[in-house]
């Protein structure tokens, strides 16, 4: 047995490679946004508390709807809001289309996701709605990130709720109308929701406008409906041939003919499934990503906003995550527009929310197994 005296020395790795330098040390959010153990959006920081929401007085508040149990062809959109969060590759802290630092303006926080389970169509709507009253009964205006397209239907009852007895109107990018009375016998599929809305009386059919539909479905009979409610609806067709700044205008001169404020729904296949591949249902011939992300700047900068929806961003289908990316940065692109309103003096809050936040409270969570 060796003398242990003897034994050469530990080898210092550190001082022959170089990496005994006084290196500085990076912390969120000033780290990759690839690094670290959770992910929000754009490295906001996490806030699922509704008193700490409201104490914070936030401005714009992300909430995640991961359902897709509504969807009638391709599955996969309730794994949508992580993607989109996960598609923060910059903190989004300098806008160059609107030359402001959004998040020097504007409080910006995650708010978390609805509490959904698989499986359970009816509950995962309620917890959709209780959670997105909860966030703007605080004033904060709720971007929500689906999921489906059925989630617009309790996410823009609980907006309705919260701004009462003032109206909503809504702008709806999508190529489909999702004005179908049932999707095989049921009512809350994600074909159905905006005729649900206007059912039950959150929107009046002359404040919905519909921009880029085209394809084949809905069928004739639809139309028909849509027509004996008020409804206005823009064709791909007429953006093709009008241009999307002109048609843009007159739907938006069209929502706001009556109601306070808007309701932003962006259904990512609007966009032609050459640049947004990751969705459930992919329609040809739709519009280009840089043209909707100009139309939301246009909304945001000119309407009350209320809230807005990205869904149906469907991450298996997509191709090197450009679906996610679309959606990210229409949701950064809004945020951006409201930061340009608050500096020029304009209300981003909804104040009357947080003032009546005890007589727009969520009822008790539903339980967490059947």
């Known amino acids: 047995m060796s003398d242990p005296l003897d034994r050469p020395a530990r080898p210092d790795y550190a001082r022959i490679n170089g990496w005994d330098r006084d290196y500085p040390s990076f912390k969120a959010p000033d780290i990759?946004?690839?690094?670290?153990?959770?992910?929000?959006?754009?490295?906001?920081?996490?806030?699922?508390?509704?008193?700490?929401?409201?104490?914070?007085?936030?401005?714009v508040a992300i909430i995640g709807a991961p359902f897709d149990d509504a969807v009638s062809y391709r599955p996969g959109a309730r794994f949508g809001p992580r993607a989109i969060r996960q598609a923060t590759y910059t903190r989004g802290d300098y806008s160059l289309q609107l030359d402001i630092e959004p998040f020097k303006h504007l409080r910006v926080v995650d708010a978390?996701?609805?509490?959904?389970?698989?499986?359970?169509?009816?509950?995962?709507?309620?917890m959709v709605f209780?959670?997105?009253?909860?966030v703007a009964s605080t004033g904060a205006i709720p971007i929500i990130f689906g999921g489906d397209h059925s989630i617009t239907w309790p996410s823009a009852s609980a907006i309705a709720q919260v701004r009462a007895p003032g109206s909503i109107g809504i702008v709806h990018f999508d190529a489909h109308a999702d004005t179908a009375d049932e999707d095989w016998?049921?009512?809350?599929?994600?074909?159905?929701?905006?005729?649900?809305?206007?059912?039950?009386?959150a929107v009046k059919g002359r404040n919905f406008v519909q921009v880029g539909l085209r394809g084949y479905w809905p069928p004739f009979e639809v139309f028909e409906w849509m027509r004996e409610h008020g409804l206005r609806w823009h064709f791909m067709k007429e953006i093709e041939e009008r241009g999307a700044e002109a048609v843009i205008d007159d739907a938006l001169a069209e929502a706001?003919?009556?109601?306070?404020?808007?309701?932003?729904s962006l259904d990512i296949d609007v966009i032609d499934p050459g640049m947004a591949p990751g969705?459930?249902?992919?329609?040809?011939?739709?519009?280009?990503?840089?043209?909707v992300l100009r139309a939301i700047r246009r909304i945001v900068g000119?309407?009350?906003?209320?809230?807005?929806?990205?869904?149906?961003?469907?991450?298996?289908?997509?191709?090197?995550?450009?679906?996610?990316?679309?959606?990210?940065?229409?949701?950064?692109?809004?945020?951006?527009?409201?930061?340009?309103k608050k500096r020029d003096g304009g209300t981003v809050r909804f104040e009357r929310g947080a003032a009546d936040a005890s007589h727009t409270a969520s009822?008790?969570?539903?339980?967490a197994t059947r």
């Open 279 to 291: 969705t459930g249902t992919p329609e040809p011939g739709g519009m280009l990503t840089r043209e």
């Open 185 to 201: 016998g049921v009512l809350a599929g994600h074909g159905t929701p905006m005729r649900r809305l206007i059912e039950s009386g």
């Open 112 to 126: 978390g996701d609805a509490d959904i389970v698989p499986a359970w169509l009816d509950r995962g709507h309620a």
């Open 32 to 59: 990759p946004t690839y690094v670290g153990t959770s992910v929000s959006f754009a490295r906001q920081p996490v806030v699922t508390d509704a008193q700490e929401l409201s104490k914070l007085e936030a401005d």
């Open 256 to 264: 706001l003919d009556g109601p306070d404020a808007i309701y932003l």
């Open 130 to 134: 209780r959670k997105v009253l909860e």
């Open 302 to 340: 000119k309407v009350e906003l209320a809230a807005m929806d990205i869904v149906e961003v469907s991450p298996p289908y997509d191709q090197a995550d450009i679906t996610a990316a679309a959606a990210h940065r229409a949701a950064l692109e809004c945020i951006s527009a409201l930061a340009v």
């Open 363 to 367: 009822p008790p969570a539903a339980a």
